[in-house]
């Protein structure tokens, strides 16, 4: 059995372009680095096709418009360290998850794999050289109108976490290949989805309360207001649609919409009962109470968007805790390489 060859990954977001959401894919620029300790005698000239190469290659890289490898080596201690460059610019896959869209959170990853098994290859995160973006990168950032990017970067081994607290060796089970992924991430900015979609949604199923103002015994008027902000609700809502991947599942903004637009319903069957029993006065008692039944409902409606925005708030403000401890972190490590 051969000897398994542990190489060192660093990679290095230099840029981040367009993030395309209903594609599910972002441009980038990176650069990563290997290191593996070679035994050939190499002698100063490394040749890819005549000595041994752990056969890196990126796995969600869609198209490739720009990539340079270079190579160099160095003679460390007793052992000869084999340094590979690659400088890549191209367009990435990421699978986006928008269930708390607009107030989602990205997982910008690039996923660095070997053409070899487990059993020959090892890709670890170099301990000396910890993964990071670039300085310039937020400054650079195409979509920063659209997107808060953070100095947050993740690596993680074979598709599990790199957390030697929490990391329990009996439970993982290595895939065919050798993988280390790195990501960074980036909150979306929701104050236009808040302005354009929300307060439009709250503005038509409140005004769908009006028609109580209309006499209860004239149910054909108030059916055919409240059937035309129903079309209104319903139009709107996939206007929306169209602006998002279409999933399998309900994003946060779907669930509201669909909440206002079940309210407006119970409206119309509402209009439709008080308008068909009772005489006028019991009706107009009864619709009186209906009216704050409503309006109870739509609180109690937005009173849980509300817990939501919190709850989603706080993932992007644990988001901001972790990267700070992360540039700390970075800073300790760059200050303990100097010292060396």
Not at 1 to 14: A, H, W
Not at 81 to 93: D, Q, S
């Amino acid at each position: 059995m051969s000897e398994q060859k542990i190489v060192k990954i660093f990679v290095l977001i230099r840029k981040i372009g367009q993030i395309d959401t209903l594609n599910e894919r972002f441009q980038a620029e990176i650069s990563i680095e290997a290191t593996w300790s070679s035994k050939e005698d190499i002698n100063c000239e490394y040749d890819p096709s005549l000595h041994w190469n752990p056969k890196l290659y990126i796995e969600n890289l869609l198209s490739n418009i720009e990539e340079k490898v270079k190579y160099y080596v160095k003679q460390s201690m007793d052992e000869t360290l084999v340094i590979e460059k690659r400088y890549v610019k191209g367009i990435f896959w990421e699978r986006l998850e928008i269930q708390n869209f607009p107030l989602d959170i990205q997982q910008l990853s690039v996923s660095v794999v070997s053409k070899f098994d487990n059993s020959s290859v090892k890709l670890m995160i170099n301990p000396e050289k910890p993964s990071y973006l670039h300085s310039n990168a937020k400054f650079v950032f195409v979509d920063q109108q659209k997107w808060k990017l953070f100095d947050l970067v993740e690596s993680k081994e074979d598709g599990l976490t790199f957390d030697e607290l929490s990391l329990d060796m009996d439970d993982i089970i290595f895939p065919s290949s050798s993988k280390l992924m790195v990501s960074c991430y980036c909150a979306r900015r929701a104050g236009y989805y808040f302005s354009n979609t929300f307060f439009l949604i709250f503005l038509i199923s409140i005004s769908a309360l009006s028609i109580f103002a209309i006499d209860p015994k004239l149910p054909q008027n108030r059916l055919q207001t409240t059937c035309t902000f129903l079309l209104t609700s319903v139009s709107f809502k996939w206007v929306i649609n169209k602006s998002l991947p279409p999933v399998s599942y309900l994003t946060s903004l779907d669930k509201y919409a669909i909440c206002c637009i079940f309210f407006i319903c119970i409206n119309c069957a509402w209009h439709a009962v008080i308008g068909s029993f009772w005489e006028k006065n019991r009706a107009t008692e009864l619709d009186g109470w209906a009216l704050i039944g409503f309006v109870g409902l739509f609180f109690l409606i937005h009173l849980g968007l509300l817990v939501w925005f919190l709850v989603a708030y706080f993932k992007v403000t644990w988001l901001k805790r972790k990267e700070k401890k992360f540039m700390k972190y970075l800073k300790e490590n760059q200050k303990k390489m100097n010292n060396i």
